[in-house]
């Protein structure tokens, strides 16, 4: 019962027993052994039981016909009030520890790494003349990447339209793939960077002058348009939808060039033919000044692939696939596998850490930005040395080894002789000890 309607009924008490004190019921009467029955009252010769009970009654009626008030609603935990109150005041109580696991949980970063990304898209986002928050807004689409939410799910989180969600998320992955992109995601050319990749590969390997790993992985498409002329060339070779992925990275799990240029039908060798990296170093627009003596081979800084690549002067495959080579050669895959690790695990931690890339639901248009933002991010945080999350399992490799193109013969030979002098340098080195 309301309280206020319980105060003026014990006020009315109050004044019936000043009124008419002989039959109040708040006298001692009422607790003599002879009780005032409900008739009494009514009998009294006194008009202000009668009052009292009218009164009473009256509002009693009205109490109850009154429709209770409604709970004021509680502010959402994913309003933009919250968000501030999260990333203004609690912020600063938290231990720092505390702080960003809180934040690696909700938004896939800590919070310094955050508050990086932000500072470098505000400038950006601000000239989109957005309604949000730009740090509101950017918390928002790391959440859908870390956690692969749909644009449905954010916009009933965010009290937000599904539309509006997906133009925020297609206007950050844009910028962090295109504006950011040129910053956290460098060919190694410095010789100061150089230098220290190729000796952190060759601390993991013991072979000299490797500076990246090359990998392509299959990024799952959930929905593919209804209007697409053949969607069977999505169809990859583990039987579901989605676009290639192909990435080089160093000793560190960073990646230095990132490609997304083909549909999930497209093997590795063919993807990678399609890349820029592949003009630009056949065309020689990249050169390594880096220049060590193998065997009478003057042998460049040079990338480690698995056997779906093709072989040539500047990247390295395996001899073979199942140790049918020679002691030496053997020896040279097992080590350049160990290369080879890294970008795999360098892949399992970008799926594992952005969790939209195991299946993406964007427009087809936007999924070749969102793949590049997601590894922007993964460099970020691999550069601040993010603690690193369950790797993503990759389904097996299999395929047979590409052809050599015509106008690749040289590369290849070229590749095939260096080869041969670094597992017999390898081997030598090996048995020596």
């Known amino acids: 019962m309301d309280h206020s309607f319980l105060l003026m009924l014990s006020n009315l008490l109050h004044l019936q027993n000043h009124l008419d004190p002989i039959t109040s019921l708040l006298s001692d009467t009422a607790s003599s052994t002879t009780p005032t029955s409900p008739t009494s009252l009514l009998t009294s010769t006194s008009a202000a039981p009668l009052l009292f009970f009218t009164i009473a009654s009256v509002l009693s009626y009205l109490a109850s016909s009154r429709p209770s008030p409604s709970p004021t609603p509680s502010t959402s935990e994913f309003s933009v009030s919250a968000f501030r109150a999260l990333s203004t005041e609690r912020i600063w109580a938290m231990e720092a520890p505390l702080r960003d696991a809180q934040w690696r949980s909700l938004y896939g970063l800590s919070y310094p790494v955050f508050t990086t990304v932000v500072e470098k898209l505000k400038p950006y986002i601000t000239l989109s ?10 918390a928002m689409v790391l959440s859908r990447l870390a956690h692969g939410h749909s644009a449905k799910t954010l916009a009933t989180r965010y009290s937000l339209e599904p539309y509006l ?8 992955t844009r910028l962090l793939s295109t504006k950011l992109y040129p910053e956290f995601i460098k060919i190694p050319v410095s010789r100061r960077r150089l230098h220290e990749t190729t000796q952190g590969f060759e601390e993991l390997t013991s072979l000299p002058n490797i500076c990246g790993a090359i990998d392509g992985a299959p990024v799952r ?9 053949n969607p069977s060339v999505y169809n990859c070779r583990h039987g579901f939808s989605s676009v290639q992925l192909q990435v080089v990275a160093d ?17 590795d060798a063919s993807h990678f033919r399609e890349s820029l990296l592949y003009n630009r170093l056949t065309s020689g627009d990249i050169v390594w000044e880096k220049v060590l003596n193998v065997r009478g081979h003057h042998v460049r800084p040079y990338v480690v692939g698995d056997w779906c690549y093709p072989l040539l002067s500047f990247l390295l495959t395996p001899f073979s696939w199942n140790r049918t080579g020679t002691p030496g050669q053997n020896a040279f895959d097992e080590a350049l596998m160990k290369g080879r690790k890294v970008v795999e695990e360098a892949i399992g931690l970008l799926k594992g850490r952005w969790k939209i890339l195991q299946e993406l639901n964007v427009d087809l248009n936007h999924v070749p930005q969102t793949i590049v933002a997601c590894c922007v991010l993964h460099n970020l945080c691999q550069i601040a040395r993010e603690p690193e999350p369950e790797l993503w399992k990759e389904p097996e490799e299999s395929g047979p080894a590409p052809r050599v193109l015509e106008n690749e013969k040289s590369y290849y030979y070229f590749g095939e002789s260096l080869r041969q002098a670094l597992a017999d340098d390898l081997y030598q080195r090996l048995s020596s000890r």
Do not use: E, Q
């Open 251 to 267: 000793h560190k799990k960073i990646f230095w060039d990132v490609c997304v240029k083909a549909p999930g039908g497209f093997d």
């Open 221 to 229: 498409v959930r929905r593919l348009p209804s209007n697409l002329p």
């Open 129 to 138: 003349n957005l309604s949000l928050p730009s740090d509101y807004a950017v």
């Open 165 to 172: 969600v997906s133009k925020i998320t297609n206007m950050v």
